[in-house]
């Protein structure tokens, strides 16, 4: 068995100097992938500031950006037959495609242009320094959204189980549910796990595991996470 | 002799998801602190991200903002006297103050406010998600900038040597020392070291101590720079 996971998040270059980050120490995804069976050979995709996992099995591969992400697992989903992806990693939804001043955004507005991000990202361009002088009063980052990471799986190799991760903050039970369903059939995901960042501290992480036929799992800490994914992974692959 | 020294990079939450983070691996804050004499006492300020010196006559004290980072220092310098401030931590210029949708930043501009900045905080204000839905083409984030840290140092202290730093990118070496001048003198710095991003590359750093005097000292690696550093702090507290 071969199985693919990815964990930690990821970072989006603003300019040479700064980043848009996606907070994750990566120790769910290094629970999970210690906790499988060492007969099972793990390809682990993260970042260098997330927590990793140990193991002969275990094979790392580090990544920055979510168009790294998305090239190292297209990669490897071409290379490799992986009966399980478990796709953990907190990616950026959207990527920075500008940065101006504020001047310069009332200034291009000013122009009445009919595609506004595009009249922004050319007046960025036109920009020489490439750190922006910090002699403003506000700085606007126009970010666009990045393609999703996780529709490349099953495109690749439509029989693995995809496991799928959704987070969300502060939202009353029922929702998280509802958004992760919504989540799972729009990703062609096999199973979801849907947790809230209001309800993770540490090992203590309170998580529903959900499959294509809305059967539902609940589980406490990383470890109990963990169980109900491998067992998941486990049965369906039988 | 105390000194204190801040290194690494600060993080601007941009939600309970992201922050905006200034890269900086502490390295060369690193080198310098463990390269002072060690009856020098040494107040060290950082993140849980950026190495960390290590000896009994160092104080480490972790921070994620620039308001962390204001705060703390505030609280050492008010109570300890400190012989020298060497500052190389890589501050935020900005901080997220709001985001928006493409489509909300259009609906606010097409009201004509007089505060752009300020209405826009508004409409992001009165949004009820606390993460942003990733259903929109582009998301805009608007940061506001943040007040200099490295004031704080003089006002509370007005005897102790200030080393500040200046890092800018692929820029001309008249221009970077002609702006560590202006950085200098703006912000009653006794040294500036200037460095271009593009001259470093783990433990060589190109960089130019300057002194109020205008007197310029060349260093080629890290070792080097925190040797500079070291010597111009000591000659001037003798």
Chains 1, 2 share one sequence.
Do not use: C, W
């Amino acid at each position: 068995m071969r199985i693919l996971i990815t964990a930690g998040g990821t970072a989006e270059k603003i300019d040479d100097v700064r980043s848009i980050t996606n907070h994750s120490s990566g120790r769910l995804g290094q629970t999970i992938a210690e906790k499988f069976p060492k007969e099972v050979e793990i390809d682990y995709i993260t970042t260098k500031q997330a927590l990793q996992p140990k193991g002969d099995n275990i094979k790392i591969y580090l990544i920055e950006s979510t168009t790294d992400l998305a090239k190292k697992m297209t990669e490897l989903l071409e290379k490799n037959p992986y009966q399980a992806v478990i796709h953990s990693m907190a990616v950026s939804d959207f990527t920075p495609e500008s940065s101006v001043t504020m001047e310069t955004l009332e200034e291009t507005i000013s122009k009445n242009p009919t595609d506004l991000a595009n009249a922004l990202k050319v007046a960025a361009d036109s920009r020489t320094e490439k750190k922006i002088s910090s002699n403003t009063d506000h700085l606007v980052i126009i970010l666009k959204q990045n393609p999703k990471v996780i529709s490349i799986v099953k495109k690749i190799q439509p029989e693995t189980i995809l496991v799928g991760f959704k987070l969300l903050v502060d939202v009353p039970m029922i929702e998280l549910l509802n958004v992760a369903k919504a989540s799972l059939e729009k990703n062609q995901a096999d199973f979801v796990l849907a947790n809230d960042l209001t309800e993770i501290s540490g090992e203590n992480h309170h998580g529903y595991l959900l499959n294509k036929n809305g059967k539902v799992k609940e589980a406490k800490t990383k470890s109990e996470i963990a169980e109900l994914i491998i067992q998941a992974v486990t049965e369906e692959t039988k």
